[in-house]
């Protein structure tokens, strides 16, 4: 069985939780609302506050999907109720970003500035003008629209400047010898 599958979900008492026939699961708490498809064959049951994904069999394709499920179940009712966030760092002599409106411009090292704008449910703060807060309810969007923040311009091993995950670490390389060796 599952380690991961067979954990119950602890349901917080503002969460409601909505699983119809067609395995459509929707997770409400406030004003936050996440909905998904879940695979066909899982079932989600809740009782006593609490949220389990039983599968129907021992195949290979139901053990894979019954770990998957339960995190995606759990991932929602985490997002409705605390919410997800990617912190991103701008290294680089000039490199910034501001806000402006709905959209985020990144001045980093091109001829002209990059607008970015975030996606339904996403937000994105500038704090300072090198560091960037992506937030949201959908584990996967902020994921996302952090991966597309962070690929405008990736950190270079060699002085590390770009846009770069607040816990990334870059390795640096040396560089050029400097003609060592030759005479």
């Given at each position: 069985?599952?380690?991961?599958?067979?954990?119950?979900?602890?349901?917080?008492?503002?969460?409601?939780?909505?699983?119809?026939?067609?395995?459509?699961?929707?997770?409400?708490?406030?004003?936050k609302r996440l909905e998904r498809d879940l695979p066909g064959s899982m079932r989600v049951v809740q009782e006593d506050g609490e949220l389990r994904v039983e599968r129907p069999d021992d195949t290979r394709q139901n053990r894979a999907l019954h770990g998957l499920t339960r995190s995606?179940?759990?991932?929602?009712?985490?997002?409705?109720?605390?919410?997800?966030t990617r912190r991103l760092e701008i290294n680089g002599v000039g490199y910034r970003a501001m806000k402006t409106g709905a959209l985020v411009m990144f001045q980093v090292g091109y001829s002209h500035p990059v607008a970015f704008e975030?996606?339904?449910?996403?937000?994105?703060?500038?704090?300072?003008?090198?560091?960037?807060?992506?937030?949201?309810?959908?584990?996967?969007?902020?994921?996302?629209?952090?991966?597309?923040?962070?690929?405008i311009r990736p950190p270079e091993p060699y002085k590390g400047k770009g846009i770069k995950y607040a816990e990334e670490v870059i390795r640096r390389k040396a560089g050029k010898a400097g003609g060592k060796g030759k005479k």
């Open positions: 069985m599952s380690r991961i599958g067979r954990m119950p979900i602890k349901l917080p008492a503002n969460v409601k939780i909505q699983v119809d026939d067609a395995n459509h699961i929707v997770v409400e708490a406030g004003n995606l179940v759990a991932n929602m009712v985490t997002g409705v109720t605390e919410g997800f975030s996606p339904e449910g996403v937000t994105v703060a500038v704090e300072g003008n090198n560091r960037i807060v992506v937030s949201g309810a959908d584990k996967e969007m902020v994921g996302e629209a952090a991966a597309r923040i962070r690929r």
